[in-house]
């Protein structure tokens, strides 16, 4: 199992930048995918960015050219970079990590989540 702990979020004008960072328990080598979800308040949660072991990324249609996802092995830890942020993208932003592979789930890991405010 992982934990994960996120930190960077906070209150930011719209047109602004904010880094997201997502500590792991462990090594994020073998950890199959790793990335950010959001969830606004009355919305499903949805995917933001991840990444996989073969170094695939994945964003969602909305925040791509705007935010950058990467992993640091070094430190255990994934971080979102968020430029030109929109109201829109207020949301509580959640690390997850899912062990396994793509035919079998074997952990799914959350954070507790950082709140990122965007004003207009």
């Known amino acids: 199992q992982v934990q994960l702990v996120e930190s960077g979020g906070g209150l930011v004008q719209a047109g602004g930048s904010l880094r997201l960072s997502c500590a792991a328990s462990?090594?994020?080598?073998?950890?199959?995918?790793m990335g950010w979800y959001r969830q606004a308040p009355g919305k499903q949660r949805e995917l933001v960015a991840v990444?996989?072991?073969?170094?695939?990324?994945i964003y969602a249609d909305s925040v791509k050219g705007r935010f950058t996802i990467s992993s640091d092995s070094a430190k255990n830890a994934v971080h979102l970079q968020m430029n030109s942020l929109k109201p829109e993208d207020t949301a509580v932003y959640l690390c997850?990590?899912?062990?396994?592979?793509?035919?079998?789930?074997?952990?799914?890991?959350w954070g507790q989540g950082t709140q990122v405010t965007v004003s207009s």
């Open positions: 997850n990590a899912k062990g396994g592979n793509a035919d079998v789930r074997t952990y799914d890991r």
């Open positions: 462990r090594s994020i080598d073998s950890i199959y995918q």
């Open positions: 990444i996989f072991t073969d170094r695939k990324i």
